[in-house]
């Protein structure tokens, strides 16, 4: 397949502000790379402080009337945006996995039509979200209202662009708020192709939804302290997500912040072997590890510790490395060159502090000559070194040994995150009482890093505050309103 003779992108995207598509107030652009090869392949606005301005207007002036819309138009629209989204799967696969460098066979299958269903999901939702109304006593009534914020900032990362952008706009829309957006400006292509669809099929009143294109340290920065927004959502590094919910308390508004992880992917020695065997290699691998709550400290019993770590070992010398739009790849291109750099740095730090099983290099030549690609990489280390506590964010793996469950508990929870983690066992009981003990926002058992609509996802700890993929976070672009009615029609003789 030879990309550049595919018409994928256009020459130049603007910024999409107020329902137009617009170059904004600069002259500066970005370039977006293909990170499996080096290519460029178009390039984006850096937005200016004005540029974010003009956005957060056109929301503020889009917000009253799409407050008013009923929650089934809004839920009409979102089912429309998700039948918009699987009409192009094809090309926003492809668009992602360019961009990106994940496998075709991840955006295919994962990410767009995940992002497609988490539309149509948050659709039913908001149908299905009714207030409330308790009568107090025989002469009094609460209602209960849920109104919306008004005008959202949305930052979302470079490691899931399209599929982070649904977690954030679906619920944001169906709840009755305006958005403006910043994607990463590592990639910020599918999110743009996303307001093209809809802005073609005329689908959402100019304003509701604004994207804001640029470097995150200047107009992601300048966006995340307006004082226009009524609320802040982020995906991304705890670092800076510690400096969204600093910004947010200082404009007094909500911030839901879904961050870092470092997850335990725990094996005991009754784990259906070979699907265990998978799942460790999936929980690590799945996006070259670039996933924040990737299984990348894998703890294995001591009773199949050697056995399990030998065949793992043979597992990922087996993965296919290779062109990300080769559908027989299954591991492709980091996001670039500098995140190779930061992998490689601490791979190297696990050298000293432990013992290279297998991988451990960038590869340069052959698939590699020209992208960003890491080998599979697992390192025999205990729980107290630097490579097992920071989160890599890569295809790199610490494996330790465990003697019985409280052991496990104790190492999986011996950690400033919790975002996610797995036990795989037969044994009910075990699940539960790891599942439980562990803490951390999602456990899986006997599977890993399934992301459905439908099952809330989010962190304890460092791992952020909120949940989303689920209509809890509903709650998060809502504000409550208490309508208290008093039936009574004569004074009540307080001051007589």
Not at 76 to 85: E, P, R, S
Not at 243 to 267: D, F, R, Y
Not at 336 to 344: A, L, R, V
Request: hydrophobic content about 40%; proline content about 4%; aromatic content about 8%.
């Amino acid at each position: 397949m030879i990309i550049k003779d595919i018409d994928v992108f256009k020459p130049h995207y603007d910024l999409y502000i107020g329902g137009k598509w617009t170059k904004g107030h600069g002259e500066d652009r970005l370039k977006s790379i293909n990170p499996a090869n080096g290519q460029v392949l178009t390039d984006f606005v850096d937005a200016t402080n004005a540029d974010v301005d003009d956005a957060i207007k056109a929301a503020q002036d889009a917000f009253p009337a799409w407050k008013k819309t009923s929650a089934a138009e809004r839920a009409a629209i979102l089912n429309k945006i998700g039948d918009l989204i699987d009409e192009k799967t094809d090309l926003l696969s492809l668009q992602e996995t360019l961009d990106n460098g994940k496998p075709i066979r991840e955006t295919r299958y994962v990410d767009i039509p995940y992002g497609a269903d988490h539309f149509r999901y948050f659709a039913a939702a908001i149908r299905a979200e009714e207030g409330t109304v308790n009568q107090i006593d025989k002469d009094t009534i609460s209602i209960v209202l849920r109104e919306p914020l008004g005008v959202v900032g949305q930052i979302v990362p470079w490691n899931f662009p399209f599929l982070m952008a649904a977690w954030k706009i679906a619920p944001a829309l169906a709840a009755g708020n305006t958005i403006v957006i910043h994607p990463s400006s590592s990639t910020s292509l599918s999110l743009l192709s996303l307001a093209e669809l809809i802005d073609k099929a005329h689908l959402l009143p100019a304003g509701v939804l604004n994207v804001v294109t640029g470097k995150g340290s200047k107009s992601g920065e300048y966006m995340q302290h307006h004082k226009g927004l009524r609320k802040l959502a982020f995906t991304g590094s705890t670092a800076v997500g510690r400096e969204i919910a600093l910004s947010a308390a200082q404009n007094l508004i909500p911030s839901t912040l879904e961050l870092g992880g470092k997850s335990a992917n725990i094996i005991f020695d009754d784990a259906p072997y070979e699907r265990a065997i998978e799942g460790a290699v999936k929980g690590i691998l799945f996006n070259q590890g670039q996933v924040c709550c990737a299984g990348s400290r894998i703890l294995v019993q001591e009773g199949i510790y050697d056995k399990f770590v030998k065949d793992l070992v043979a597992a990922f010398k087996k993965v296919k490395i290779g062109l990300p739009w080769d559908t027989e790849t299954q591991m492709g291109a980091q996001v670039n060159g500098h995140q190779c750099d930061t992998i490689d740095k601490y791979v190297r730090i696990g050298e000293k502090e432990g013992k290279i099983l297998v991988g451990g290099h960038r590869l340069s030549e052959g698939v590699g000559k020209g992208g960003s690609y890491y080998e599979p990489t697992l390192i025999a280390a205990g729980n107290d070194t630097v490579v097992a506590q920071d989160e890599i964010f890569g295809p790199v793996a610490v494996v330790t040994k465990f003697k019985d469950a409280a052991d496990a508990i104790a190492i999986a929870n011996d950690s400033k995150y919790g975002l996610g983690g797995a036990v795989w066992t037969t044994n009910l009981d075990t699940a539960f009482r790891v599942g439980e003990g562990v803490e951390t926002g999602r456990v899986w058992v006997n599977t890993y890093n399934e992301i459905p609509a439908g099952a809330p996802f989010g962190g304890y700890k460092e791992s952020g505050i909120g949940r989303e993929t689920h209509k809890l976070i509903l709650d998060a672009y809502s504000q409550v309103k208490n309508i208290f009615i008093s039936l009574k029609t004569m004074p009540d003789g307080l001051y007589k």
